[in-house]
C-alpha cells in the first residue's frame, strides 16, 4: 500500500524538490524526475536510469502517479475536435483542440461544472461539482497532445476558456500553468497560455503577481444594470472594481489583457455599447475579443447581426483599440466556446 496520496503530478518543481528532499532524496533527483515525467513522458519510475535504483524502488513502492484517461474524441465538420477527459473519481470534463495552419490551440477546463451561473453559458447548466487538480488540468494537455502529435503536429497554445472559473480554483490553476510554461516542464512560454476569468476581481493581482499567463477578463457588457442579468457575479464585483484591477496591473503586463466579449443579439450590441465599451478598454488599455453567442437550448439570446457585429468592432477598431472577431468554431459538435457539459443531457 502506498504510503502517502500524494500525487507526484500534482506538484510543480519547487514543491516536488522540497518534497524529494523530506523523503531522504536531493534536489537534482526531484529535476531529473520532473524531466522524464514531462518532458519525455516517461511515467515509468524503472526507466528512469539516473535516478539512484533504492529510489526508484522507493517511489514505485510508496507513491502515485494519477493521470485522467482519454474518453469520447469527437471532430467537427471543420477540425474542431472535443476530447472527454475522464477523471478518476468517473467524472468527465471537456477540453477541445482547435488546429489552424499557423497553429494549434487547445482550450482547456478548471473545474467539473461552474458554480458562476453566467446566463448564456451552457456549463452553468451543470451545476459546480468540484475543483480540477494540477494533474487534470495539465492532464488535458498530455492527453489532447498525444492526440494531436500525429494529426496537427505539437500544440502550442493553451487557453483556459474551458468549464469552470479558474479564479475559483488559483492555487491548482497558478501550478498548473507553471508545468505548461517551465522549459524544464512542458516548454510553452508565457506568452502561449491565457486565462479567462468572469471577473472575480480581488484575484486578478494575486494571478498576476504568481504567473506569467496571460490574462482575459469576460466583460460581456458595458453598464452594471445590463452585466448584473447576465452575469450575477457583477452583483459582487462590479465593472467600475473590475476597470480599477484593471488599471492597477503593471503596464507590460497589461498588453497582455483581453476583454472577451459575448455579442448577444439585441441585448449588449448596439452604438451605444461599443463606445461605452471603446472606453473602457482605452480606460484598462485592453485589446478586445468579440466573440458571437452560440445559440443552446439552455439560454434564450439569440446569434447577433453579422452588419451589427462588424459595426461593433469598427467603432473599436476606429478608437484605436485592437478588437477581432473569435472565429466560433466546432458548433456542430458543441464545442464551442461555451457550450461545453455534455455530461449532462439538455433538459428540453
Ligand atoms: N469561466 C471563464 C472561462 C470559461 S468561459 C469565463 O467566464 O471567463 C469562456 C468564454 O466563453 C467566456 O468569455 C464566456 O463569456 C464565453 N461564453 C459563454 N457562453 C457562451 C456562448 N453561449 N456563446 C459564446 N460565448 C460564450
Ligand atoms: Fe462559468 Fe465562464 Fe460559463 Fe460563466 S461563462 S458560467 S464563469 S464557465
Redesign the pocket.
Known amino acids: 500500500m502506498p504510503q502517502t496520496t500524494i500525487n507526484l503530478l500534482d506538484l510543480p518543481l519547487p514543491a516536488l524538490e522540497a518534497y524529494f528532499v523530506s523523503i531522504g532524496a536531493k534536489p537534482f533527483h526531484a529535476r531529473q524526475w520532473y524531466k522524464w515525467v514531462w518532458q519525455k513522458d516517461v511515467l515509468d519510475v524503472d526507466q528512469m536510469t539516473d535516478l539512484p535504483k533504492s529510489f526508484r524502488e522507493n517511489l514505485k513502492e510508496n507513491h502515485v502517479l494519477r493521470e485522467p484517461t482519454l474518453g469520447e474524441v469527437e471532430e467537427s465538420q471543420d477540425g474542431t475536435t472535443k476530447l472527454q477527459i475522464v477523471l478518476e473519481d468517473g467524472q468527465a470534463v471537456e477540453c477541445v483542440l482547435i488546429p489552424e495552419r499557423e497553429r494549434n490551440t487547445l482550450c482547456i477546463s478548471?473545474q467539473v461544472g461552474?458554480a458562476?451561473g453566467?446566463r448564456?453559458?451552457?456549463?452553468a447548466g451543470m451545476g459546480f461539482s468540484r475543483n480540477l487538480a494540477v494533474s487534470e488540468i495539465v492532464g488535458q494537455y498530455r492527453l489532447a497532445s498525444r492526440y494531436a502529435a500525429e494529426r496537427w503536429g505539437r500544440i502550442d497554445n493553451v487557453v483556459?476558456?474551458?468549464?469552470?472559473?479558474?479564479l475559483y480554483n488559483l492555487e491548482n490553476v497558478v501550478d498548473a500553468c507553471e508545468i505548461l510554461m517551465d522549459t524544464k516542464a512542458l516548454g510553452l512560454g508565457a506568452r502561449k497560455v491565457t486565462v479567462?476569468?468572469?471577473?472575480v476581481a480581488p484575484k486578478i493581482p494575486e494571478l498576476i503577481a504568481r504567473s506569467r499567463v496571460g490574462l482575459?477578463?469576460?466583460l460581456?457588457a458595458t453598464t452594471d444594470e445590463q452585466r448584473t442579468k447576465i452575469m450575477p457575479i457583477n452583483r459582487k464585483w462590479n465593472i467600475g472594481q473590475l476597470v480599477e484591477v484593471l488599471q492597477n496591473i503593471p503596464k507590460p503586463r497589461r498588453k497582455r489583457v483581453f476583454l472577451?466579449y459575448?455579442m448577444l443579439g439585441g441585448v449588449n450590441d448596439t452604438l451605444a455599447d461599443a463606445k461605452r465599451l471603446l472606453k473602457i478598454a482605452r480606460r484598462t488599455g485592453a485589446k478586445v475579443n468579440l466573440?458571437?453567442?452560440?445559440?443552446?437550448p439552455r439560454?434564450d439570446?439569440d446569434a447577433p447581426d453579422e452588419e451589427n457585429l462588424l459595426r461593433f468592432q469598427q467603432i473599436l477598431v476606429d478608437g484605436g483599440v485592437g478588437a477581432w472577431l473569435r472565429k466560433?468554431r466546432g458548433r456542430d459538435i458543441h464545442a464551442?466556446?461555451?457550450?461545453l457539459g455534455k455530461a449532462e443531457k439538455p433538459k428540453e
Open positions: 478548471s461552474c458562476v453566467c448564456f453559458c451552457y456549463t483556459m476558456m474551458g468549464m469552470g472559473e479558474p479567462s476569468t468572469s471577473g482575459a477578463v469576460s460581456n472577451e459575448v466573440i458571437r453567442f452560440n445559440p443552446h439560454a439570446f466560433s464551442a466556446c461555451g457550450m
